[in-house]
């Protein structure tokens, strides 16, 4: 079992356990010997951020780990996560780091790795180099201590492959666009991108104080989005997380549209185009019934996997499949990005409004969404709620409650301390009285 590393890399709260300076000093020098098994040869690492304050700190950090076993380290600043993953491929480095903790509060922060491939680490290289950070590293000899410089245009770089990434000729001339950064890593990138392809630009959170990320705005809180794009009578709003790796949309009339909608959207459209590899469209567990019932009718696929963007990305690479992604907003389009990218996501929901002629609601509503109930609830470090035996009994009974009518799922989170309890049922009575019975018993067990 991982002691640091979670569903995305290791995450928690700036200054405390495992994210501390001393530890992601560790964690660098354990990850930079796991990519630099053989002495001698140039061995690069870029690293990437978000515009939490506490990135400044393990950014210095991260960086002295690093060049002490000999890698030289190639700075991004603030840039998406997916801009890491590119530019860690575009760049032959054999590593890439993104600082963030994506849609968590400012007061965490977290660490996520890419491979040379640019794709996330399997768990298997996590475990070994969670072993390394346990037994400890030898540094490099004091003439192979590594590097470190700043890349200035690296979101110009990742823009310009944005913008390839669409149909070519594209422009979003006459669209209205509201773009909701969340104060985060694409508050610049995302409104340049978005003017350059012609759009009439309205930004949100992009004035990012080291302490506002995700605060009241982004892909968890759209609301203020979604005033802005009634206020200004635009035609569709985009909402990022924190490192815009995921996105939410927002019609003309405010309504929101989830992950679920904007795969279904994508994966009709390919198929009709046959440009949808393997007929099937990648998922975890989480998104809704009723968009594998949409898929079905269509003569599609959904695969599930679990909860987490690699894993999504893992099957999607097993299968040969070139779409998946998830209902926070998580969307993989392989034939252009290793990683979920919600501004590409964007990018492409407003091509199809372009190329089709239709306005944002009818393109982000595909489903109608089976009821669906998620609540979460909070535990201390050193509890396991879900062993506990009336929690365990509170399950039971609600599955037998839901045996034929819906569906239920139980879950730690990867990225926070929470169970997080989720259920589908036509019947809303039944649904809530689940949900509710579970959430009881597992308030009860952390309290006790």
């Known amino acids: 079992m ?118 996330k680490l399997s768990d298997e290289a996590e475990l070994e180099i969670e072993a390394l950070i346990e037994a400890g590293v030898d540094p490099a000899p004091a003439r192979e201590i590594g590097r470190a410089k700043r890349i200035d245009d690296a979101r110009f770089r990742y823009g310009e492959r944005l913008k390839a990434s669409l149909p070519r000729g594209i422009r979003l001339d006459g669209l209205k666009v509201v773009i909701d950064c969340a104060n985060g890593a694409a508050y610049r990138a995302a409104p340049d991108i978005l003017w350059e392809l012609g759009a009439d630009v309205i930004p949100v959170g992009v004035a990012p104080d080291g302490y506002n990320i995700n605060r009241g705005c982004g892909s968890t809180q759209p609301q203020v989005a979604a005033d802005a794009v009634v206020a200004h009578g635009a035609d569709v709003g985009i909402c990022l997380d924190g490192d815009a790796d995921r996105v939410v949309l927002i019609d003309q009339e405010g309504r929101v549209a989830d992950g679920d909608q904007i795969m279904a959207l994508m994966a009709a459209r390919w198929a009709e185009e046959d440009r949808l590899a393997g007929g099937a469209l990648v998922a975890t567990v989480m998104s809704n019934l009723g968009l594998e019932r949409f898929l079905e009718d269509k003569g599609l696929r959904l695969e599930r996997t679990s909860v987490g963007d690699r894993y999504v990305v893992e099957r999607m690479r097993e299968g040969g499949f070139n779409l998946g992604g998830e ?12 990683t979920g990218d919600g501004l590409m996501a964007g990018l492409h929901f407003l091509s199809e409004m372009v190329r089709s002629g239709e306005p944002a609601s009818a393109l982000a509503h595909q489903f109608t969404p089976v009821p669906q109930l998620l609540k979460n609830v909070r535990y201390s470090a050193g509890q396991t709620p879900l062993e506990m035996a009336s929690v365990k009994t509170a399950i039971s009974e609600a599955e037998a409650q839901l045996n034929g009518q819906g569906r239920l799922l139980v879950r730690k989170s990867g990225t926070e301390p929470l169970i997080r309890v989720m259920a589908e049922c036509e019947d809303p009575v039944v649904l809530e009285a689940a949900v509710d019975s579970i959430v009881d018993a597992v308030s009860e067990a952390v309290s006790a």
């Open 327 to 338: 209902q926070s907003g998580h969307i993989v389009m392989s034939d252009f990005a290793t």
């Open 2 to 119: 991982r002691k640091l590393f979670g569903t995305d890399g290791v995450r928690g709260a700036a200054n405390v356990y495992p994210m501390t300076a001393d530890m992601a000093l560790r964690i660098g020098a354990a990850v930079g010997r796991f990519f630099r098994r053989e002495a001698g040869g140039v061995h690069r690492v870029v690293i990437g951020k978000d515009t939490r304050l506490s990135g400044y700190m393990f950014e210095n950090a991260l960086t002295a780990g690093l060049t002490s076993t000999g890698m030289n380290v190639l700075l991004l600043g603030p840039v998406p996560t997916p801009a890491v993953g590119l530019m860690t491929r575009s760049m032959r480095a054999d590593l890439g780091v993104m600082i963030s903790a994506s849609h968590n509060p400012a007061e965490d922060n977290g660490i996520k790795f890419f491979g040379p491939d640019g794709f």
